[in-house]
Nanobody, 116 residues
């Protein structure tokens, strides 16, 4: 079992920045990759970014160049740096972990609202 707890969401103006954090605990050794999804109001859940245990990153086209994902394997943390935020980035952001058993674990989500 893996437990994930997100933090760092909030209200920010367009063009602003935020940093989301995800703390992992439990069977950390089983995690292959971690990342983020988001679900905006009235929208389907959308994959945002991921980072493997080797540090390889990948991003959705909609956030490429604006968001940066990073991972601290010592602290068992994953971060998502959100820059140049747009109103369409408003969503609940969910951290996930993909395990070697092909099981996905999810956090409870953190709200990001981009509005003036």
């Amino acid at each position: 079992q893996v437990q994930l707890v997100e933090s760092g969401g909030g209200l920010v103006q367009p063009g602003g920045t935020l940093r989301l954090s995800c703390a992992a605990s439990g069977s950390i050794f089983s995690i292959l990759a971690m990342g983020w999804y988001r679900q905006g109001p009235g929208k389907q859940r959308e994959w945002v970014a991921a980072v493997t245990s080797a540090g390889i990153t990948n991003y959705a086209d909609s956030v490429k160049g604006r968001f940066t994902i990073s991972r601290d394997n010592v602290k068992n943390m994953v971060y998502l740096h959100l820059n140049t935020l747009k109103p369409e980035d408003t969503a609940v952001y969910y951290c996930y972990a993909h395990s070697i058993a092909a099981i996905d674990y999810w956090g409870q989500g953190t709200q990001v609202t981009v509005s003036s």
